[in-house]
C-alpha cells in the first residue's frame, strides 16, 4: 500500500530537511498541511508532505483512519500503531530516497492517532530521525517500548488540560516512559484547551524543528 497526500516545496527553492504530518482520526492530510504554511518562514529549506492514512474512516466516510476506533482500549491503539506502522515506515524510506535526506534531516510531526503513529514508528526506526512532535497523542504500548526502541530522536509533546478525547494524563505516562528509555524530551501543557493544538504548541514546534532540522 503507498501513502501520499498534499505536499508544500521548500520555500528556498532547496530542500534540505523534511517534515512528515500524520494526522488524526477522521481528517485526512489536508488538515495539517496548512502548519507548513505558518512554519515555512523559519524552515525556507524545508519540505513538507501530509500523508493520507491507509483506511477509510468507519465513522466518518469523508475523512481517513491509521486503524478504526471502537474500544479505544489501550489494546485497540497497540494492535492499531502495529498493523499501520509497516505503512508509515515504508512511506519515510520513500521520502529519504526521493529526497536523498538522510533520516536526521527528516522529522515527524503527528496529531491524536497521528502522535501514537509517530511515536511507534520513530523510535524503532534504526536511524534516529531529526525528531518527533506529537500533539494530543500518546505512546500506545508504553509496556513494549523498552524491548522494541531502536533509536531515541528527540522527542516534543504539547496537549491540553481539558482534552476529554486523549485525556492529559495520557502526556505524563508518555513523558515517563520516555524518560524509563533515555528519550529526550520535552514537553507543553495547554491549560484550559481541550482536543487542539494552541498557538503556544505551534511556536514551540517551531523552535524545536528549526533547531533539530537545522
Known sequence: MHLDGPRLAAASGTTRS???FLHGYGADGNDLIGLGSEWA????DTEFVSPHAPEDCLQNPQGKQWWDL???SEEERWNGVRGAGPVLDAF????????????????LVGFSQGTMMALHVGLRRAEPLAGIIGFAGTLAGREHLA??????PPVLLAH????QVIPVDALVATVETLAENDVPRRW???????HGIDRKGLALGADFLVEHLG
Open 147 to 152: 524491548g522494541d526502541i531502536k533509536s531515541r
Open 70 to 72: 471502537s474500544l479505544r
Open 18 to 20: 523534511l517534515v512528515i
Open 92 to 107: 519515510i524510506d520513500e521520502e529519504m530516497q526521493r529526497t536523498g535526506l538522510p533520516a536526521g534531516k527528516v522529522a
Open 41 to 44: 518562514q523559519r524552515l525556507p
Open 188 to 194: 507543553h501543557v495547554a491549560h484550559g484547551m481541550a
Open 160 to 163: 491540553g488540560t481539558m482534552d
